[in-house]
């Protein structure tokens, strides 16, 4: 774990589990699932995972935090990442627009670590409104991520998402599309090269 506060990588070693969880569903692409016990790496961690065993009561998927050695649902959703000075989550989340309707869709929210409060940063209205795969670039200025046309479209192995480039901070109506490709464009990232 490389830790912003400290000058050298934390590591542990452990058994862990690692399983494809679409097994049984041959129509689709292999998803992994890694499941380890708590120590002092992961303790430091968040993460998404089935809202039963993370003590949230409703949804499919939620995230939480660990805290010592605990951890705390944060918000029902997935797709988790920090931002790039380690001071905020990001998630994906219910409570978006889908087809013009808000609370059908998805959203792309900020969590405050420490009051767990959440910030919606963006939600699309237009044709591509079901966004994911939220990636902070290094500096923080800006953000990618892929949508698609509306939760009917949200199979993310074959439906046609696109990406998006957002200036953190600003109108969310104003993320300009980059690809424009009937393929299956996902896990954007994101560098800006500061120069010498």
Known sequence: YFNPDKDEPESAADVVTWYDSRVAQKHRSAEYRLYYRSNPVTDQLVFTGRQSQIGMNKGHWGTAIT???????????????????????FQVTHGGYDDGKLGAGVKIVSIAPDTLESTTMIDLIGEFSHEYWPKESNDGEYMVFGASRGSKDHEHDSKDYEIFLWKVGSDSAKATRLTFHTGNDNWPDIHINQGP
């Not at 010592?68 to 920090?82: F, I, T, Y």
């Open 67 to 89: 805290m010592g050695n605990a951890h705390r649902g944060v918000e029902n959703g997935c797709e988790l990442g920090w931002s790039s000075d380690y001071k905020r989550l």
